[in-house]
Structure formats: structure tokens, C-alpha cells
């Protein structure tokens, strides 16, 4: 077990001049100061990013029984300041914070400063011009990394969007689509799902189940319900749990479907491969995906008219995009990114050692619980990385 | 000056009887010292091993941090308790006592899930009707997560239950479970079925050594002789038995 060291930060003068300069550059930018609560209910990171997080951050039991956490991150604690403060913002918000977060180092060589590290980040909540506040995050982003001395580093870019939007061009039945689409941040499982649906679906199911699947083919959904009711019944199985007959009968035919369908063609299981193998620079991709669609005779024009009109707003913003890459496959491993996503990374630094990152998450504030649904886009920078960096390059 | 090996044994119940038969069986007596109802003890002939006896969830967390030098405990415990337990302990012998399935059993009613996978392709429909991710009830905290990490299931929360997780689904605190059973007829009684693929680990008492404990000062000889000693008389052994039973445990890892 790692020793924990007394001190959060090696250098608190640096780290506090560091800090300075990033938040006056956002305050200076209109963003309003948000202070968030580092200790927050665990339910709400368990619902949003799910039982991952417990594995890597501090979540605890206080002595009334409530389950809480150290924050992991600041861009959900930021968005319940937002829904919390409706009053104060309406519908739309600038903010900015800085503070400790928390996670739990792995591995032998984790410093302390992993385990407790200081961020320092931006949200924008609301509706604005979609590809303008993208270009607007990403270019402040970059400033403020400038603004503290460091010019050296790459940027990866990603869009979450636009695979969305090639796998609703390509004709398939709407579950494969949501199984791939709700798997494409864990490449592992997203690969495996593709290389099932390749093949004729074989389920290795007891005879008797598998008669029952044959029939629902035939079925309307209550014809089919009513069969599956009785089968439960001949079983002498009660219905227990919060699962309904409707429910459980829709799966049964979902795979009762599979079963017959035919397998997702070849032709297409290539289009999304070559799509995850785009890694360009930004302003080549364009071309890449118009070929891409041209061949395979789908309709992107609107993802693509929207991916071109980011990088005029990136154009315009004087962003250099001469470090910058994109990656169809990046696609930050926090569930809740949607859409544009990107990270700013030290030029000899292994890949999750970046010192700044974000992206467009237009599902979290209503699922937080917010009535409205509500665009969101951030950035937090690594003031650690940063602060280390500055270290090491300066003196 | 030498330091005594010490050794931890489950503090009472079966466990401590199946391993006072087993040390017996080895030509080995362990025996309390002072009160009956003390906890401290023995073992014949070997002045330099300590025994102590513990709770089983404490003998697991001593050998993490290195208090004790060895112990015995179950092996659910164990994974459940120690992060990484296969660097930070040595799994030194299955002991054929203590049996019992980590699984995951879900109600018998979701004819449609009947793998692991089934469940993490549910749990988007789920999801999208009740606007909350499944509920998995189980004491197992650290092993339901590794599990689920390992069959790619994401779409999930736990609820921790200390007791009566069986009761769980039927009660409406939680959609399914991960649970230990040994005959399963408590999941019949309730309604639930283990997935196809759903033992998670066949669990049994094991012999232990902590990699974090101090083995200067004569400690380690005196494991050495120790288990010489146990592996020397394994006529009472079920050792075929037992190492089958390891075998099996280690492919469902």
C-alpha cells in the first residue's frame, strides 16, 4: 500500500501562482467562479458513469448510512451547482472552478498526487451555436495552457457524433444500432459485438425455450405475451421483480428476431471499421469521410456539414491545428461525453497521462434530474500535470 | 532472538473445527492457551508458531496488511478483501473444507437472460423503461465489479446487503443478485436462477501466507517446517481431491 503523503501539493507556491493565471483567464472571459461540494452522493455518479467508479475513486458510508464519494471529477459536481442554482442561471450558465479531486491510484508507481489532484476547468450549460462554443472550449482550453508557459503538446480530437450518425446512415435493425452505439466507448466489447452480429446468431438455449422463440416470430407482441405468460405458467415460474411481461417478452423477441435475421453484411461491418481506422489531421478528415460515404452510397451530408463548420469556427478562433489529430476511435472513456470530445496531451507522455480534456455532454443535466434538457460542453485542465511540467521545462 | 510464526485460524464455527481436523489429520495438534474461551492457542511441538484465533473477514485483512504471517480463510473472503490478492498473497493450499459458489442469480422469470451477456444488452432496455441502471444486491462488493468488469457488463449498480440477499429481488430492493450459495435451494425457494455462466468462483477455506508480513527472524524456517509437516502426511489428505478442486477453481478465473 502506498504511503500518503502530508502535503496535497509538492509545491504550493507554484501551484498557487498556476491556479491564478488559469482562473483569471477564465474569469476574464465572463465565466462565473462555482465553488462545488467535494464530498457527493455516490448515487448520482453510480447512475451516471455506473459501478466502474467505485473502483477507481473514494466512495464511503457515513455513519447515518448514506453512501457518499469524493468527488472524481468536477464536471458532474459543476452541473448539480447548475440544476441546484436554476434560479440564479435560467437556462444557461458560463462557469469556472478549481479544487482537489480524488481517484484511486493504481499501480506501483501512482504518486500521492494522483490519488489527491487539483483541477481546474470551465462548463458552458445551455443552448449556443452548436460547432462555435465547441471551437470556443477547445481554443480557451489551449490558451490557458499556453498562458502558463507550456507550448509543446498534441491535441486528439474525437466526435461521438459523427459515428452516431454513420451508424444511423447504415441499414440495420435499430438494436444492433443502440447495442454499438452504447458500446462505443469500451472498443474491447464494441469489437466483440460487431464480430457477433458477422455471423448467424446461435443462442444455446433448452429446447423448450428455444420452440417458444421460434413461435414469437409468427406473433403479434400480445399474441406473443400471452405465450410466454403461459409457458411461465406450465413452469410453475412467478413473475417477481421490477420486470414486466411486456418487457421480458420484447427481449425474447428481439432475440427471437436475431435468431432468424440475417447477419450484418460484410460491406457494412467494413464501412465501420474503416471509419474507426480515420486518424488525420482535423482538416483532412473532411475528404476522408466524403469519400467514405461516396463509396458506400450513405447520406452524412448533415454530420459532415456540421464536423466542416467546427473547423471553420476553429479557423476563425486562430486555433493551430498543425498538432492536432483525429481519432474516429477516441472516445474518452467517461460515459457521459456525446459528442465533440477532445484532449490535449504532452508531446512524451504515455496516453492517459493528458493534461487537459473535454468535451459536449448533452445528456447529463436532464439526467441529473433537471426538467429541461439542456446542452452542456466543458474542459477541466490537470493542474498537477501542468505544475509538474512547468517544473520540469522551465528551471 | 527469534520471532514467532503466527497463523490465524477462524474463530469458531465450522471452519475452526474443519481446520483443527485438518491440522489433526497432519499429525499436527492445535490447542487454546489459558481460558477456553481466550483466543490464543498452540500447536504441539512447534514453540516458535503462534496460533490466533480471528474472525474469517479479519484473518483475510490481517494477512493484507502483514500482521500475521499465515492464515486460514475462505478464498471468497479473501478476493473480496484484498485488491490484486494474487500479488499481495500466497495461495498455498486448498483444504477440501469450507465450500461455497460466489454466483450470479437473477429471477427465474427473465427467460431472456440466461448468459452473462444477456444481462448487459438488457440493461439498455432497462435503463431507457425505469431510468435507473439494474440493481445487483450482494455482500461481494469488489468481486461483483471485477466479474462484471471481466464479462464486459456495464449497465449496473450495487446495493450493498449484509443479509437475506436472496429475499432481495422478490422484496424489490434489488433486480438480481451475487451471492454465495452451496446448495442452492434458498435461490429456488426465492425464485432465482444462476446464469449459465454465472459461477463466479468456486470458493473453499484455504492456507494462506502474507507477502506483507515480516519473514525474518526464523519466520520463514518455520514455515518451511511447517509445511513440510503437511505435506509429508497427507494420508488423511483428500490432496488428489483438493488439487482437482484447485484446478477447477483457477479455470473460472
Known amino acids: 500500500m502506498n504511503e500518503i503523503s502530508a502535503s496535497a501539493v509538492p509545491d504550493l507556491k507554484a501551484m498557487n501562482a498556476l491556479e491564478e493565471k488559469i482562473t483569471s483567464l477564465f474569469s476574464g472571459q465572463g465565466f462565473e467562479h462555482i465553488d462545488p461540494a467535494i464530498i457527493q452522493p455516490a448515487d448520482v455518479y453510480l447512475q451516471q458513469i455506473g459501478e466502474s467508479i467505485r473502483g477507481r475513486s473514494y466512495v464511503f458510508t457515513d455513519i447515518d448510512g448514506q453512501e457518499l464519494c469524493l468527488r472524481p471529477d468536477l464536471t458532474v459536481p459543476a452541473a448539480r451547482v447548475f440544476i441546484e442554482d436554476h434560479e440564479h442561471y435560467g437556462d444557461k450558465a458560463r462557469v469556472y472552478y478549481s479544487g482537489p479531486t480524488f481517484r484511486y491510484p493504481y499501480g506501483d508507481t501512482a504518486s500521492d498526487h494522483s490519488r489527491e489532484f487539483r483541477q481546474a476547468g470551465i462548463e458552458i450549460f445551455?443552448?449556443?451555436?452548436?460547432?462555435?462554443?465547441?471551437?470556443?472550449?477547445?481554443?480557451?482550453?489551449?490558451?490557458?495552457?499556453?498562458?502558463?508557459?507550456?507550448?509543446?503538446?498534441?491535441?486528439?480530437?474525437?466526435?461521438?457524433?459523427?459515428?452516431?450518425?454513420?451508424?444511423?446512415?447504415?441499414?440495420?435493425?435499430?438494436?444492433?444500432?443502440?447495442?454499438?452505439?452504447?458500446?462505443?466507448?469500451?472498443?474491447?466489447?464494441?469489437?466483440?459485438?460487431l464480430k457477433q452480429l458477422s455471423a448467424p446468431q446461435n443462442l444455446e438455449y433448452e429446447e423448450g425455450l428455444r420452440s417458444l422463440l421460434r413461435k414469437l416470430n409468427d406473433l403479434s407482441t400480445k399474441e406473443s405475451e400471452a405465450h410466454v405468460s403461459q409457458y411461465l405458467n406450465d413452469h410453475a415460474i412467478p413473475l417477481i421483480g421490477a420486470r414486466?411481461?411486456?418487457?421480458?417478452?420484447?427481449?425474447?423477441?428481439?432475440?427471437?428476431?436475431?435468431?432468424?435475421?440475417?447477419?450484418?453484411?460484410?460491406?457494412?461491418?467494413?464501412?465501420?471499421?474503416?471509419?474507426?481506422?480515420?486518424?488525420?489531421?482535423?482538416?483532412?478528415?473532411?475528404?476522408?469521410?466524403?469519400?467514405?460515404?461516396?463509396?458506400?452510397?450513405?447520406?452524412?451530408?448533415?454530420?459532415?456539414?456540421?464536423?466542416q463548420k467546427r473547423i471553420e469556427w476553429l479557423n476563425k478562433l486562430e486555433v493551430d491545428l498543425s498538432n492536432a489529430q483525429f481519432t474516429a476511435e477516441f472516445g474518452r472513456n467517461l460515459e457521459y461525453y456525446t459528442g465533440f470530445v477532445f484532449q490535449?496531451?504532452?508531446?512524451?507522455?504515455?496516453?492517459?497521462?493528458?493534461?487537459?480534456?473535454?468535451?459536449?455532454?448533452?445528456?447529463l443535466i436532464q439526467s441529473l434530474g433537471s426538467t429541461k434538457s439542456l446542452p452542456a460542453i466543458g474542459t477541466a485542465l490537470h493542474l498537477d500535470r501542468l505544475a509538474a511540467l512547468i517544473d520540469g521545462d522551465v528551471l | 532472538m527469534t520471532e514467532n510464526?503466527?497463523?490465524?485460524?477462524?474463530?469458531?464455527?465450522?471452519?475452526?473445527?474443519?481446520?483443527?481436523?485438518?491440522?489433526?489429520?497432519?499429525?499436527?495438534?492445535?490447542?487454546?492457551?489459558?481460558?477456553?474461551?481466550?483466543?490464543?492457542?498452540?500447536?504441539?511441538?512447534?514453540?516458535?508458531?503462534?496460533?490466533?484465533?480471528?474472525?474469517?473477514?479479519?484473518?483475510?485483512?490481517?494477512?493484507?496488511?502483514?500482521?500475521?504471517?499465515?492464515?486460514?480463510?475462505?478464498?471468497?473472503?479473501?478476493?473480496?478483501?484484498?485488491?490484486?490478492?494474487?500479488?499481495?498473497?500466497?495461495?498455498?493450499?486448498?483444504?477440501?473444507?469450507?465450500?461455497?459458489?460466489?454466483?450470479?442469480?437473477?429471477?427465474?422469470?427473465?427467460?431472456?437472460?440466461?448468459?452473462?451477456?444477456?444481462?448487459?444488452?438488457?440493461?439498455?432496455?432497462?435503463?431507457?423503461?425505469?431510468?435507473?441502471?439494474?440493481?445487483?444486491?450482494?455482500?461481494?462488493?469488489?468481486?461483483?465489479?471485477?466479474?462484471?468488469?471481466?464479462?464486459?457488463?456495464?449497465?449496473?449498480?450495487?446495493?450493498?446487503?449484509?443479509?437475506?440477499t436472496e429475499g432481495t429481488p422478490m422484496g424489490g430492493t434489488a433486480d438480481l443478485i451475487v451471492d454465495i450459495t452451496s446448495t442452492g435451494e434458498t435461490l429456488l425457494a426465492n425464485h432465482l436462477r444462476i446464469l449459465d455462466d454465472g459461477i463466479i468462483l468456486k470458493s473453499q477455506a484455504n492456507l494462506l501466507a502474507s507477502r506483507a508480513a515480516d519473514w525474518g527472524g526464523?519466520?520463514?524456517?518455520?514455515?518451511?517446517?511447517?509445511?513440510?509437516?503437511?505435506?509429508?502426511?497427507?494420508?488423511?489428505?483428500?490432496?488428489?481431491?483438493?488439487?482437482?478442486?484447485?484446478?477447477?477453481?483457477?479455470?473460472?478465473?
Open chain 1, 344 to 363: 490535449i496531451e504532452k508531446q512524451d507522455m504515455e496516453q492517459d497521462g493528458h493534461i487537459a480534456g473535454g468535451g459536449r455532454y448533452d445528456n
Open chain 1, 126 to 193: 445551455g443552448k449556443e451555436d452548436t460547432e462555435k462554443v465547441e471551437a470556443e472550449v477547445l481554443s480557451l482550453t489551449i490558451n490557458a495552457i499556453k498562458e502558463v508557459g507550456i507550448s509543446n503538446f498534441n491535441i486528439r480530437l474525437g466526435d461521438l457524433g459523427l459515428f452516431d450518425a454513420l451508424l444511423y446512415a447504415i441499414d440495420m435493425p435499430e438494436r444492433w444500432r443502440k447495442r454499438l452505439s452504447e458500446n462505443f466507448w469500451r472498443p474491447e466489447e464494441f469489437r466483440a459485438i
Open chain 2, 218 to 253: 526464523g519466520a520463514a524456517e518455520v514455515r518451511l517446517e511447517l509445511m513440510n509437516q503437511l505435506n509429508k502426511n497427507s494420508s488423511a489428505d483428500q490432496s488428489d481431491e483438493a488439487q482437482d478442486q484447485a484446478d477447477q477453481s483457477l479455470e473460472e478465473k
Open chain 2, 5 to 164: 510464526l503466527t497463523i490465524a485460524v477462524p474463530s469458531k464455527g465450522r471452519l475452526m473445527e474443519e481446520t483443527s481436523k485438518y491440522f489433526h489429520a497432519h499429525g499436527l495438534n492445535m490447542q487454546k492457551i489459558g481460558h477456553d474461551r481466550g483466543y490464543q492457542g498452540e500447536i504441539e511441538g512447534f514453540e516458535d508458531i503462534d496460533i490466533v484465533y480471528l474472525s474469517a473477514s479479519e484473518i483475510a485483512y490481517q494477512l493484507k496488511t502483514g500482521q500475521i504471517h499465515m492464515g486460514i480463510t475462505g478464498e471468497d473472503l479473501v478476493r473480496e478483501s484484498i485488491i490484486g490478492a494474487d500479488q499481495r498473497i500466497e495461495f498455498l493450499k486448498q483444504l477440501g473444507f469450507g465450500h461455497a459458489d460466489v454466483v450470479v442469480a437473477v429471477p427465474d422469470c427473465w427467460l431472456d437472460v440466461r448468459m452473462v451477456q444477456d444481462l448487459e444488452e438488457m440493461a439498455i432496455e432497462f435503463r431507457a423503461r425505469h431510468s435507473r441502471r439494474l440493481k445487483v444486491a450482494t455482500k461481494y462488493m469488489n468481486i461483483t465489479r471485477q466479474f462484471f468488469t471481466k464479462k464486459s457488463v456495464a449497465g449496473y449498480r450495487i446495493v450493498e446487503s449484509l443479509g437475506a
Open chain 1, 244 to 307: 414486466t411481461l411486456p418487457e421480458i417478452t420484447n427481449q425474447l423477441r428481439a432475440k427471437a428476431a436475431d435468431l432468424v435475421a440475417n447477419p450484418l453484411e460484410p460491406e457494412k461491418i467494413e464501412l465501420i471499421e474503416r471509419y474507426l481506422e480515420i486518424s488525420a489531421p482535423p482538416k483532412a478528415v473532411g475528404a476522408r469521410l466524403e469519400d467514405l460515404a461516396e463509396k458506400s452510397g450513405l447520406d452524412l451530408t448533415h454530420a459532415l456539414e456540421r464536423y
